[in-house]
């Protein structure tokens, strides 16, 4: 469960439900926002893309390995935010730019253009991104006095 602001003029009763189809329409731009698919415990080369020792000159077991990670004896510890291996993934995520395709009012469900953050059966918020304002240009056309 999660509360959200509604807008001006609206009247909602504890308790009332709501429809999908009274909120979207097709053609609606939407952001979706959930929590993306957790990937465990990730290396180096996989979490940030780090290239790796190399393949050849004896390097029989450092091919994926993450190599030096700071300085010695000073500052004789490692920097908060250093990139090493952990857990990567579960993170919040928010897709922008996708569209409303079709709102089934007897399902009660929205089809949407595009991937949203998370696995299945996750909760996502959906927020329907105000329309773009046109910008109007003025086109002034100067006369030249042909003589």
């Given at each position: 469960?999660?509360?959200v602001?509604?807008e001006?003029?609206?009247?909602?009763?504890?308790?009332?439900?709501?429809?999908?189809?009274?909120i979207?329409?097709?053609?609606?731009?939407?952001?979706?926002?959930?929590?993306?698919?957790?990937?465990?415990f990730?290396?180096?080369?996989k979490?940030?893309?780090?290239?790796?020792?190399?393949?050849?000159?004896?390097?029989?077991?450092?091919h994926?390995?993450?190599?030096?990670?700071?300085?010695?004896?000073?500052?004789?510890?490692?920097?908060?935010?250093?990139?090493?291996?952990?857990?990567?993934?579960?993170?919040?995520?928010?897709?922008?730019?996708?569209?409303?395709?079709?709102?089934?009012?007897?399902?009660n469900?929205?089809?949407?253009?595009?991937?949203?953050?998370?696995?299945?059966?996750?909760?996502?918020?959906i927020?329907?991104?105000?329309?773009?304002?046109e910008?109007?240009?003025?086109?002034e056309?100067n006369?030249?006095?042909?003589?």
């Amino acid at each position: 469960m999660r509360e959200v602001d509604i807008e001006e003029g609206e009247e909602l009763k504890v308790g009332e439900s709501l429809s999908i189809a009274d909120i979207f329409a097709p053609g609606d731009d939407i952001a979706v926002t959930g929590i993306g698919k957790g990937k465990g415990f990730a290396g180096g080369v996989k979490r940030w893309g780090f290239a790796g020792g190399p393949k050849t000159h004896g390097q029989s077991d450092r091919h994926r390995a993450p190599g030096s990670i700071g300085q010695g004896t000073t500052p004789g510890r490692v920097y908060k935010g250093k990139k090493m291996a952990g857990r990567m993934g579960s993170e919040t995520a928010t897709v922008k730019g996708l569209k409303v395709i079709a709102v089934d009012s007897d399902t009660n469900s929205l089809h949407v253009s595009g991937s949203v953050p998370g696995r299945k059966g996750t909760f996502l918020m959906i927020k329907r991104v105000s329309p773009k304002q046109e910008v109007q240009v003025k086109e002034e056309v100067n006369e030249k006095d042909e003589n």
